[in-house]
């Protein structure tokens, strides 16, 4: 994969990718099935949606590590040796699990991680919305606004023009998250960019990227109707969410302590 990352990167910047079809049908069906093997204790249910965590409790300092299961091994090592991008396979892997009008807000991966995340989506597709960080819009409204009160002279003329750039190359944009896709973002995208998902059965969007194939892509493992319908025109289409989504949210902890008295 990793020669050939650029055939899939996709929105508005070169450091988010999206692989579809990054496992079988079979294979989903099997995650699936070990997903919801698991105890009901193994899942923590939060205000919008139910998470599983497994690799351990990531600390502020690091990860006091639990071994991943075999089924969750095996995908992280595919994920690392197939995509090129981590210093060595994942050892962290969230599970989520989403109803159909449940979505995550907003929101950017601790200090603790790889700059590196890599999502697989499984059941219902979504849509997944890159929006960039507060700080870095309001350090720039700042400088432009500087610029302005300051006149035009070359050395403002410089920096507006360094302005203009960073906002003509970080503005929202949408992606598609088809079932067994595999999406990967980093770099700027990692720490210049929130990502969400709306809290709604209904997602619509008329930038989003990476739905080829979206309507090839009803049939669902553990479900006898379609998952998504797609309803599109000329100006937008629209997504409605008929089944469960399941990510597993795979990262790097750098930092392993196998003592939390001992950092």
């Not at 960073?166 to 980093?186: C, E, G």
């Amino acid at each position: 994969m990793e020669g050939n990352l650029n055939n899939f990167r996709v929105g508005n910047i070169p450091t988010v990718i999206c692989k579809p079809d990054f496992i079988t049908e079979n294979e989903e069906k099997y995650l699936l099935e070990k997903i919801y093997e698991a105890p009901l204790s193994k899942w923590k249910s939060l205000k919008n949606r139910r998470l599983q965590n497994w690799g351990g409790v990531v600390h502020e300092k690091g990860l006091l590590p639990q071994d991943l299961p075999p089924w969750l091994t095996k995908i992280t090592q595919r994920i690392y040796e197939e995509s090129g991008l981590f210093p060595a396979a994942m050892n962290h892997v969230l599970i989520n699990e989403y109803l159909p009008h449940q979505g995550i807000m907003p929101h950017q991966d601790g200090p603790a991680y790889f700059p590196v995340v890599s999502i697989l989506s499984l059941g219902s597709p979504v849509v997944m919305d890159f929006i960039p960080h507060s700080r870095l819009r309001t350090s720039m409204d700042a400088l432009r606004n500087s610029v302005e009160s300051e006149g035009s002279g070359a050395a403002g003329i410089e920096v507006n023009i360094e302005t203009d750039e960073w906002m003509d190359n970080h503005h929202p944009f949408s992606v598609l998250l088809n079932s067994r896709s595999l999406l990967i973002f980093k770099d700027n995208a990692y720490s210049d960019y929130l990502h969400g998902i709306k809290d709604s059965e209904v997602h619509k969007y008329d930038e989003a990227v990476g739905d080829e194939g979206a309507n090839d892509d009803f049939d669902q493992p553990l479900a006898s109707e379609k998952a998504v319908e797609i309803e599109g025109d000329s100006e937008y289409k629209i997504i409605h969410r008929s089944n469960n989504r399941v990510s597993l949210t795979c990262r790097l902890v750098q930092k392993v302590h196998k003592n939390l008295f001992k950092f």
